[in-house]
């Protein structure tokens, strides 16, 4: 079962467009789109995307298609910075910043977390149930 239906998924998707042609057209963000715009600056291989705003709301990025999903690891990356954040789960802030530390760059930590998180969050459908936090942070210890 997918996580949001195909009106969902085209609303979030607007979301990221509009925000980064709010950015380009030099008008003022609300916090959130904010946030999307400094993820999508970092990753200049998915403006393109972003830009294609009829290509963005209607392409399927599944993995039988050999594509990573741009808004699916764009919302990771936000996802790890509230989660950071707020510290929640709780100690997630400390090995962000340890991880940060070691490996002398926020976006590489994150992408290393990311990959956890989506972990996380597959099981966590597969089995019907909320993440197991727990889990969570001793896998992220483990980076």
């Known amino acids: 079962m997918p996580l949001f239906d195909t ?3 085209s609303a979030l998707r607007r979301r990221y467009c509009d925000a980064w042609r709010k950015h ?3 008008r003022p963000l609300d916090p959130l789109e904010d946030q999307i715009v ?3 600056a970092e990753h200049p291989e998915y403006q393109p995307v972003i830009e294609d705003v009829d290509g963005s709301l209607s392409r399927d990025y599944g993995p039988e298609h050999g594509q990573s999903n741009p808004f699916l690891h764009m919302g990771l ?3 790890i910075r509230e989660q950071v954040g707020t ?3 709780r100690g997630i802030a400390a090995i962000h910043a340890e991880l940060c530390r070691r490996l002398g760059d926020r976006h590489a930590a994150e992408h290393r977390m990311i990959e956890l998180r989506g972990t996380a969050l597959w099981e ?3 089995l019907g149930r909320p993440p197991d ?3 969570y942070l001793e896998s992220l210890r483990r980076l």
């Open 133 to 135: 936090e727990s889990a």
């Open 87 to 89: 510290d929640r789960p």
């Open 38 to 40: 400094a993820v999508i």
């Open 24 to 26: 380009r057209d030099a």
């Open 124 to 126: 966590s459908q597969r």
């Open 77 to 79: 990356h936000l996802a």
């Open 7 to 9: 009106e969902e998924r």
